[in-house]
């Protein structure tokens, strides 16, 4: 690490001189949009955004777009990392990612569960985000079904060639983040780093609390390395780096986890004739958590679990092409590869004063595919439309089982390989009227992968044990969708959008049984416990509406954005009971605005976010209230390079339930919360 920041600083301070005034600087960017990508409605996030929320965390930026959730209504300080998974469009009920969350390119869920490590993703690196909400697999690969995420590295011209921030908020809370950028020769390379930690607050309410109960402290901290270098021509270089650590207490001592991990890219950009995206990636995970049962007056623990190391080996690829082919058409073909391998390391069956037992389980899956797409452009319409067909393969699965202090085998079993074809489809029209008004429409298909974790490891939460199902089917997505983009003038725009989508085979977790009685493989499932299995649903159906609206004058600038949805559920077999439900951890109502206001020395910002009611469970026994909460941020420049920094979180300490136990407990979200600090920036 010593080593790896001495080279990174020599790099960053090398002196910018070596340019001349005539050559050309590169960019850091990827080729650009085609013109078929409006006809999607995505839905783009600035830079000036990203570097004023209150939390200073992107998965609470992605909230600004009405539809995006994750598992938990809690963020990366004190949600479990396992269910940080990202989604759009009410498709939710699940913990792993059904939207593609994309850094540069490259898929960040994590190669084993399938989560996003959303403390390594800090949003002063961005230069901007892409949000399509549906839209199809299209050129990204498999895993798309909800929607893109595309989160694209600032570049030279977006960061001051030094910056640091120091911020001190309630709860002993610190935020340390500095970073520098500078150019080399015609290139340029940065260097960035943070590092966040607090005592945490109390999970539980005062009136359900006790002894056990602790605050959940958090201590995370990620660098980055980015260096771009032309190469000849229109190309250019592009290389990553990426280190994190992320340590979490789950509100008890006992119930910490760690998320650690390294990711590595390289990626080559060409924009002469032809064009040419080539990228690979690397990525390395680890994982390890504790888990408690509780004893009913939450006064003593006992262990439950131990999942010690899940290590995770992700390994991708991509290939893009765009031949010439005129100022009116733009076609594109390339193909994509990705493979993951991971095993989670357990002890379990806790007696007396030592765990019995432990477990091991895990297996890889590979995607690899093959992609077209062609816009063409008549005048004011614009059609677009592409077709993949991809290869996945399911292998090496296993589920072993051993008596720690005889070394028997409990359970030895190798699950059969399974592989197969699926194609995907995507197309649509985008129709320019006069007076700013813009006619478009979709249809689309996709499908996912069940992740490893989904596939192999059985959990437990609490009283509640959950089996694994090495059985699941890929989950399968069609949807068409409408809308309207008004842009009366340049600095107003509003987009309505109405669609319809159905993940066939949808992966959840079904109620089987309750405790007290022995289930496969959990074991034991004690009184007022519940016994689930992931299942694939017949489907889950989702018919809704988004509304985004945008508008600026002199300084000041508002951005709102709203989703209803009516999200069903379809089931048969042993999942009989949730059909016609509406999903678990789905809320109908999602509302966002932010009312901004910017000066060159001054700046502010008020946003509103608002999440309806939502099942907590499959049956929808336990219901989520509505929530409602406030932030704000602003900073006053106090010389030169100097700003004061002023932050608050949820200002009127909304109480926002997260979660709830089916012993009733409550899991809180995140309290009112104050910051003040400093930052400095040195311009280049």
Do not use: C
């Not at 006992?302 to 290939?319: C, E, I, M, N, Y």
């Not at 765009?322 to 391998?341: C, S």
């Not at 959950?466 to 890929?474: H, Q, R």
């Amino acid at each position: 690490m010593r080593d790896f920041l001495l080279l990174a600083l020599s790099l960053a301070l090398a002196t910018p001189a070596l340019a001349a005034e005539d050559e050309i600087i590169v960019t850091g960017r990827g080729l650009s949009a085609p013109p078929g990508t409006a006809a999607y409605g995505a839905v783009v996030i600035p830079r000036d955004r990203l570097t004023s929320e209150a939390s200073g965390r992107i998965e609470n930026i992605l909230r600004d777009v009405a539809g995006f959730q994750q598992f938990r209504r809690t963020d990366s300080r004190a949600a479990n990392p396992t269910s940080q998974g990202a989604t759009l469009r009410a498709l939710g009920g699940n913990a792993s990612s059904r939207a593609l969350v994309l850094l540069d390119g490259v898929p960040q869920a994590d190669p084993f569960a399938g989560y996003i490590a959303w403390s390594a993703l800090a949003p002063e690196r961005l230069g901007s985000v892409r949000v399509t909400r549906g839209g199809g697999i299209g050129p990204f690969g498999a895993g798309a079904v909800a929607g893109t995420i595309e989160l694209e590295s600032a570049g030279i011209d977006d960061l001051p060639r030094l910056a640091g921030r120091a911020l001190y908020g309630s709860r002993d809370s610190t935020e340390l983040a500095a970073g520098l950028a500078t150019r080399l020769g015609q290139g340029f390379v940065t260097v960035d780093g943070r590092w966040d930690r607090g005592d945490g607050y109390v999970l539980i309410p005062a009136t359900q609390r006790g002894r056990s109960d602790v605050p959940a402290a958090y201590d995370a901290w990620s660098l980055g390395l980015r260096a771009v270098v032309p190469i000849g021509g229109d190309a250019e270089l592009q290389a990553r780096a990426l280190v994190f650590d992320d340590n979490r207490l789950r509100g008890q001592i006992g119930a910490d986890n760690r998320s650690r991990g390294g990711d590595a890219a390289l990626r080559l950009l060409a924009r002469g004739r032809w064009g040419v995206d080539a990228l690979v990636y690397l990525q390395l995970r680890d994982f390890a958590s504790g888990f408690l049962a509780t004893s009913a007056d939450r006064n003593t623990t006992t262990p439950s679990l131990d999942q010690f190391k899940t290590p995770a080996f992700g390994l991708g690829g991509k290939l893009e092409l765009r031949p010439p082919t005129g100022p009116d058409n733009v076609l594109r073909f390339g193909a994509d590869a990705r493979y993951a391998d991971g095993r989670t390391n357990e002890l379990f069956r806790f007696q007396g004063s030592a765990f019995t037992r432990v477990r091991r389980a895990g297996g890889s899956t590979l995607t690899a595919g093959l992609f077209v797409e062609d816009d063409l452009t008549l005048g004011r319409l614009t059609l677009t439309g592409g077709a993949r067909v991809d290869r996945w393969e399911i292998n090496d699965g296993r589920l072993d089982e051993q008596d720690i202090g005889t070394g028997t085998p409990v359970q030895l079993v190798a699950y059969p390989d399974r592989a197969g074809w699926r194609p995907s489809f995507r197309g649509g029209a985008l129709w320019k009227l006069p007076k700013g008004l813009d006619l478009r429409v979709a249809g689309y298909s996709g499908f996912r992968l069940p992740t490893l974790n989904e596939l192999y490891r059985p959990f437990r939460v609490g009283a509640d044990a959950t089996a694994a199902n090495a059985a699941l089917d890929l989950e399968k997505l069609t949807g068409v969708e409408g809308g309207i983009d008004w842009r009366p003038l340049s600095t107003v725009r509003l987009s309505v959008t109405g669609f319809h989508n159905e993940l066939a085979g949808a992966i959840g977790n079904a109620t089987i049984g309750r405790g007290p009685g022995t289930f496969p493989q959990v074991g034991f499932v004690a009184a007022g416990g519940v016994f689930r299995q992931r299942v694939n649903f017949d489907a889950v159906t989702v018919t809704g509406i988004e509304v985004t609206a945008m508008a600026q004058r002199g300084a000041w600038s508002l951005s709102a954005s709203y989703a209803h949805s009516d999200a069903r559920v379809r089931a048969s077999g042993i999942a009989a009971g949730l059909d016609g439900r509406r999903p678990a951890q789905t809320p109908q109502d999602q509302a966002s605005a932010t009312l901004a206001w910017r000066i060159q020395r001054a700046d502010a910002a008020l946003s509103l976010r608002y999440a309806g009611p939502q099942n907590e469970d499959d049956l929808g026994e336990r219901r989520l209230p509505e929530a409602l909460t406030v932030d704000a941020s602003a900073s006053l420049a106090v010389g030169k390079h100097l700003r004061l920094i002023g932050r608050a979180e949820n200002i009127f300490d909304e109480r926002v339930v997260s979660g709830i136990s089916s012993a009733g407990v409550i899991d809180l979200g995140l309290p009112r919360t104050l910051w003040i600090g400093v930052g400095f920036a040195l311009p280049r």
